[in-house]
């Protein structure tokens, strides 16, 4: 497939949703895990906060820069909950990470440079570096060793010519937790070669076992070499509002400021200040999504280990990643469409997720724990 064809292809949840639909209107019943579109709602206050916002008229106006409040929200956010001291200068509100992050290779990277990037991924991260003309070279990330990049698999000589290398921990699909150490090596390993760092850091609060996600950026040295994307979807219910940051180095982000002044106006009022509410209110929603997720995977996992497939307990994000049925062999694609024509139970093929997802699956845990058992039994049917 040429890089042409791959750009025009559709994303697979939208493959999904024509399916969903399709199921409904023929009068099947639909359990969609599929899209990691958090099912739980705001915080009350943060909801407050964009209706008052809503009735004002001066909020439907341009913005052309990220208020103050935000900016200062973001930096009191990363010292308090990740011990990371930024200024306003290492701080860029985005339309969501889904937006901010290919529009940064166009600032990183020139037509045939080069982006070192793991796979399986989130589709994104091998698609982004095609928009700007680069290409992804695909590092395998084994079960082996955690889903971890292994930078002595990395050719030395790949590596010389490469301009960025990507990563994202805890990861989606394989929801893998990244040490302190591992972050340490992609320091170095950035500093030898001269690469830019660009880490995704969308699940940091949805840690199930073990300590608390930590940041990319807390790594010494790691302002030296790259930034990272946090967003609000997932640790504040927020998805459907678009909010993310890009933070870290200087250089890249005064470049990525100034790119984006030519292709944007700035985030909606109405969505900073409801960023600002999410970011200084009370957090206790934060733990509550924790626990809710943590109990839905420890509830669906056990459920289906009781009705014979022997899955593991991924130990963070919102999704589950598991080796499908052994009678499927590695054809993911047959097992899930199998499952949603006969169940309705959807979920996302592990193959969509790049080279080494073939034989994976991936389910997100955005239904109730009872529908979730429902769906347990459902899926037990293909067993």
């Known amino acids: 497939m040429t890089q042409k064809e791959e750009i025009s292809q559709p994303n697979i949840l939208q493959v999904l949703n024509a399916l969903r639909v399709r199921i409904l209107a023929g009068g099947g019943e639909v359990i969609d895990l599929s899209a990691g579109?958090?099912?739980?709602?705001?915080?009350?206050?943060?909801?407050?906060?964009?209706?008052?916002?809503?009735?004002?008229?001066?909020?439907?106006k341009y913005v052309l820069r990220d208020l103050p409040d935000l900016t200062d929200a973001a930096v009191s956010w990363y010292a308090r909950r990740y011990g990371v001291r930024l200024d306003?200068?290492?701080v860029i509100a985005v339309y969501g990470t889904q937006e901010g992050l290919p529009h940064l290779f166009h600032v990183l990277c020139k037509p045939g440079d080069l982006v070192l990037v793991g796979t399986p991924n989130y589709p994104l991260f091998s698609f982004a570096?095609?928009?700007?003309?680069?290409?992804?070279?695909?590092?395998p990330l084994r079960p082996e060793n955690g889903f971890l990049?292994?930078?002595s698999e990395i050719d030395p000589a790949v590596a010389r010519k490469a301009r960025v290398i990507l990563a994202s921990y805890p990861s989606n699909p394989l929801?893998?937790?990244?040490?302190?150490?591992?972050?340490?090596d992609l320091v170095r390993f950035a500093k030898e070669y001269d690469l830019v760092v660009v880490h995704d850091n969308a699940y940091s609060e949805l840690v199930h076992d073990g300590p608390p996600g930590g940041s990319f950026l807390a790594t010494p040295g790691a302002m030296d070499v790259g930034v990272e994307f946090n967003s609000l979807s997932k640790t504040y219910n927020l998805s459907g509002l678009r909010i993310s940051f890009a933070l870290?180095?200087?250089?890249?982000?005064?470049?990525?400021?100034?790119?984006?002044?030519q292709i944007d106006y700035g985030l909606s009022a109405i969505d900073q200040i409801a960023a600002v509410a999410a970011l200084t209110g009370p957090q206790d929603i934060v733990e509550s999504n924790r626990a809710a997720y943590r109990s839905r995977r420890d509830a669906f996992v056990d459920?289906?280990?009781?009705?014979?497939?022997?899955?593991?307990?991924?130990?963070?994000?919102m999704f589950t990643w598991f080796p499908i049925p052994a009678r499927y062999g590695k054809d993911d694609k047959r097992f899930c469409m199998e499952l949603a024509e006969k169940t309705g139970v959807l979920s996302v093929p592990g193959s969509s997720a790049g080279p080494g997802?073939?034989?994976?699956?991936?389910?997100?845990?955005?239904?109730?724990?009872?529908?979730?058992?429902?769906?347990?039994?459902?899926?037990?049917t293909l067993l």
Do not use: C
């Open 37 to 60: 579109t958090p099912d739980l709602p705001p915080a009350p206050h943060v909801m407050r906060a964009v209706s008052e916002a809503a009735a004002d008229p001066e909020n439907y």
């Open 88 to 90: 306003a200068e290492q």
């Open 129 to 139: 570096p095609t928009l700007a003309g680069a290409e992804a070279v695909l590092v």
């Open 149 to 151: 990049i292994d930078f």
């Open 175 to 184: 929801g893998a937790v990244a040490p302190p150490s591992f972050y340490e």
């Open 248 to 261: 870290g180095n200087r250089e890249v982000l005064a470049a990525y400021r100034r790119f984006r002044t």
């Open 303 to 317: 459920a289906l280990r009781g009705l014979g497939w022997d899955v593991p307990k991924t130990p963070a994000t």
């Open 357 to 380: 997802g073939e034989g994976w699956v991936r389910f997100a845990l955005v239904q109730p724990g009872d529908v979730l058992l429902r769906a347990a039994e459902k899926i037990a």
